[in-house]
Antibody
Framework: QVHLQESGPGLVKPSETLSLTCTVSGDSITNYYWSWIRQPPGKGLEWIGYIFYSGTSTYNPSLESRVTISVDTSKSQFSLKLRSVTPADTAMYYC???????????????WGQGTLVTVSS | DFQMTQSPSSVPASVGDRVTITCQANQGVNSWVGWYQQKPGKAPKLLIYAASSLRSGVPSRFSGSGSGTDFTLTISSLQPEDFAIYYCQQGNSFPLTFGGGTKVEIK
């Protein structure tokens, strides 16, 4: 069974860059698309973007100017960088595997446990 | 963007109750809607995809229906482990978007 684990600093200063990594085990990272999703405390879910092992990526337009998602297939990892953070970026950040395609729609079938990132000076 | 509006925002219920949650899209999303369950401190768990397909391992008391703009998640007989927040998600177009959530709480 696939397992995802997020890692990275839990505290980031305003205006700096949030950097997280998701390590995938139990399945090949080349078989699926992979996403980052975030959830501010007590609020709903926001999709950030996805990446394929080839490096193809798509981002949420609401964050596109500040986001980069990259992949390292040799380490079975994909990463998130969010630049110029503010306290509004404080959230639980999840990595997730994507399920589906053009004929079924796209969903998230396996998730990491999440990592809380607080933006504060 | 495709906006997903869930109702109600909370539903008080008792064990054994039939619970229905609705999700409305601001434009048609075919049948490409998923439903997730989230418990406190945990990641969301996919229950249903493509509006009505039950994910393997999910109890059959969960069911989904709908197409176009209107979708429903039904729990036929609420169990103690079902008290949680439920989210819908449209899988039709990017950016993928979620509803605001419905909290199923103890009456």
């Amino acid at each position: 069974q696939v397992h995802l684990q997020e890692s990275g600093p839990g505290l980031v200063k305003p205006s700096e860059t949030l950097s997280l990594t998701c390590t995938v085990s139990g399945d090949s990272i080349t078989n699926y698309y992979w996403s980052w999703i975030r959830q501010p405390p007590g609020k709903g879910l926001e999709w950030i973007g996805y990446i394929f092992y080839s490096g193809t990526s798509t981002y949420n337009p609401s964050l596109e100017s500040r986001v980069t998602i990259s992949v390292d297939t040799s380490k079975s990892q994909f990463s998130l960088k969010l630049r110029s953070v503010t306290p509004a970026d404080t959230a639980m950040y999840y990595c997730a595997r994507m399920l589906g395609g053009d004929w079924t729609g796209v969903y998230f079938d396996f998730w990491g446990q999440g990592t809380l990132v607080t933006v504060s000076s | 963007d495709f906006q997903m509006t869930q109702s109600p925002s909370s539903v008080p219920a008792s064990v054994g109750d039939r619970v229905t949650i609705t999700c409305q899209a601001n434009q048609g999303v075919n049948s490409w809607v998923g439903w997730y369950q989230q418990k406190p401190g945990k990641a969301p768990k996919l229950l249903i995809y493509a509006a009505s397909s039950l994910r393997s391992g999910v109890p059959s008391r969960f069911s989904g229906s709908g197409s176009g703009t209107d979708f429903t998640l039904t729990i036929s007989s609420l169990q103690p482990e079902d008290f949680a927040i439920y989210y819908c998600q449209q899988g039709n177009s990017f950016p993928l978007t979620f509803g605001g959530g419905t909290k199923v709480e103890i009456k």
